[in-house]
């Protein structure tokens, strides 16, 4: 087993225009298990080869090497440092997530239109226009426990489902539903549950932080504390928001590494939130106490970096980017110059994560 992604089987499927050859199936990758492994029907337009070249575009793929619901058997990938042996529940699913073909990353990918709106945003915005959410109905949402430690439930509003029909400022209904889909889709069910964590933004923040730091340290610690023994490299990540709604950065946390990844979509470092910086610091010695590990070095911040917006609003939608990123390709070591898949986004690479966003929200008749 390579990877995990979805079938796109509809009749008379086209792959890159073209028809598939026969006894191949169009599939989209989503997550990459062996990163070297070769794709069986290269796409020579856009020289893509690789399995890891692949995340988050169409491929072709022999239809008898595709196994919906399949257990993933324990195995190691081929590159160093990411030998840890992990199972994903589902290869494929028979599922469809519409979303625009991604290729590696780049200028490649012509920027959306704008106010060009794909099917199924067309579809759930109707379903929203037609809804008691329009006239200040909420929708109450229990999330798994799993995917920030504890039990969580996130409220949404018609304000929620403005900002993606809109691509507006992203607030943190919006953040913590699309974690709870990447938890859903990528995670939930496999030992990448103990690689990759997520922390409620509505815990930690600069406006908590300000008002009781005590207490926003011992949330984290208590987040850490639920996670497991993590002696093993795993990844925490925070999106942190500065406060009132202002802009938003992705902290990465290794705890059995002591290191920390600071992404930010402007330019800056750490530096700019030093009581995020220091609690983040306390909670992560905090946790080591309790847990009797030797501290044998300091914490180390690394600033990465990542793709920069070009507009004041996509702060958010590029830190949820970021994770998918990771996640997708399996990383716990974060380049400092970033995965050279995404050096860059376009709006395409954006609006598929709405798309996702909009097919999830859909499926679980959220409205």
Not at 74 to 102: D, F, Y
Not at 198 to 205: D, E, H, M, T
Request: charge should be neutral.
């Amino acid at each position: 087993m390579v990877g995990k992604g979805k079938v796109h089987n509809t009749l008379d499927e086209l792959l890159h225009h073209n028809p598939l050859p026969v006894g191949y199936m169009k599939v989209s990758v989503d997550l990459v298990l062996d990163t070297d492994a070769l794709l069986p029907l290269p796409d020579v337009v856009s020289e893509t080869t690789l399995m890891r070249e692949a995340v988050g575009s169409f491929v072709g793929w022999p239809s008898d090497l595709i196994f919906p619901d399949a257990e993933t058997p324990t195995r190691p990938t081929h590159k160093a440092g990411k030998g840890i042996s992990r199972r994903i529940e589902s290869v494929a699913s028979l599922k469809e997530v519409p979303g625009r073909k991604l290729k590696k990353a780049g200028n490649d990918i012509p920027p959306t239109t704008s106010g060009t709106k794909s099917q199924i945003m067309m579809r759930l915005e109707k379903m929203v226009n037609e809804s008691d959410i329009m006239h200040g109905a909420i929708r109450s949402i229990d999330f798994d426990e799993g995917v920030f430690g504890a039990a969580h439930f996130e409220i949404i509003a018609k304000e929620d489902m403005q900002q993606l029909f809109e691509h507006d400022e992203l607030g943190i209904a919006v953040i913590h539903t699309y974690i709870w889909y990447m938890y859903v889709t990528l995670l939930r069910g496999t030992e990448l549950c103990n690689r990759f964590n997520f922390i409620a933004a509505s815990r930690i923040n600069a406006t908590l932080i300000t008002k009781n730091p005590t207490s926003v340290k011992n949330d984290l610690v208590d987040r850490f504390m639920a996670a497991g023994d993590n002696t093993t490299p795993s990844l925490y990540f925070l999106p942190f928001n500065s406060g009132n709604g202002g802009h938003w950065v992705l902290v990465a946390m290794d705890l059995s590494r002591l290191i920390v990844y600071y992404l930010d979509s402007l330019s800056g470092d750490w530096s700019k939130y030093p009581s995020m910086k220091k609690t983040v610091d306390a909670a992560i010695i905090k946790f080591r106490s309790k847990k009797n590990y030797r501290n044998r070095k300091d914490i180390t911040w690394i600033r990465v970096q990542c793709p920069q917006q070009n507009n004041s609003v996509d702060c958010g939608f590029f830190v949820l980017r970021f994770m998918r990123d990771i996640i997708a390709l399996n990383r716990i070591d974060i380049p400092k110059m970033y995965f050279e898949e995404y050096k860059s986004y376009s709006r395409a690479h954006l609006d598929e994560m709405k798309d996702e966003l909009c097919q999830f929200i859909v499926d679980q008749r959220i409205i």
